[in-house]
């Protein structure tokens, strides 16, 4: 089974409206970082949580690392078409003192917004 | 500095022939990660350096695939004797220690025929 669960795998939206996508873990998650993929280009980084409880937010977008920091969710509010790609999670799941950073990814969330 | 760079963008090899990716990462960035990514998958961790330490191998997916980082500035990814299971987009990653400033390259997509 996938270490990293994301869901869900696909989310179709009206412009304007609001959505959530989750990413869940069975282990601790140290440092968990959020990125937009556009088809078939690269990661473009959005935000890196690391501490329990903690939330950021950057423009429309907030993400929030629960307090087990097994569980993240990415919240965008009135959404844009701009918004639309596939969203993934990753993760550092081994700790290692300074850490070693080798993520592991969710299979992604793909977003299409409607006009 | 524009962040990371990865050439060629594409590649279209025979197979069984060798190739030979490059990334430029952030600057000051000491660390340098390389990942492969399959359709509908997300990116899977293939190898890092520290500086020119290269300090996890072990997820390389076979002997064929090998890395380098010289001087602890740019790193190429070698895979030789390419197989059509090779096919994929091919990513690196820069940051500083912590895990601070973790960026993507555009990834070099590899098609093997």
């Known amino acids: 089974s996938q270490e990293l669960e994301q869901s869900p795998q696909s989310l179709i939206v009206q412009e304007g409206k609001n959505l959530t996508i989750n990413c869940t873990s069975s282990k601790t998650l140290y440092g968990l970082y959020w990125y937009k993929q556009k088809y078939g280009e690269g990661l473009i980084f959005l935000m890196m949580l690391q501490k329990g409880g903690e939330e950021k937010s950057h423009e429309k977008i907030t993400a929030k690392l629960d307090e087990k920091k097994q569980q993240s969710s990415l919240h965008i509010t009135a959404s844009q078409p701009s918004h639309a790609g596939t969203y993934l999670c990753?993760?550092?799941?081994?700790?290692?003192?300074?850490?070693?950073?080798?993520?592991?990814f969710g299979k992604g969330t793909k977003l299409s917004v409607i006009p | 500095d524009t962040g990371v760079s990865q050439n060629p963008r594409h590649k279209i090899t025979k197979r069984g022939q060798n190739v030979t990716f490059r990334c430029d990462p952030i600057?000051?960035?000491?660390?340098l990660y390389w990942y492969r990514q399959t359709l509908g998958q997300g990116p899977e961790f293939l190898t890092y350096f520290q500086n020119e330490a290269q300090l996890e191998k072990s997820r390389l997916l076979s002997d064929r695939f090998s890395a380098e980082r010289p001087k602890g500035s740019f790193s190429t990814l070698e895979i030789q004797r390419t197989e059509q299971g090779d096919s994929a987009m091919y990513l690196c990653a820069s940051s500083l220690e912590g895990g601070y400033g973790y960026t993507f390259g555009s990834g070099t997509r590899l098609t093997v025929v």
């Open positions: 600057s000051e960035h000491n660390r």
């Open positions: 990753g993760a550092d799941m081994s700790y290692s003192g300074a850490g070693s950073y080798q993520l592991t």
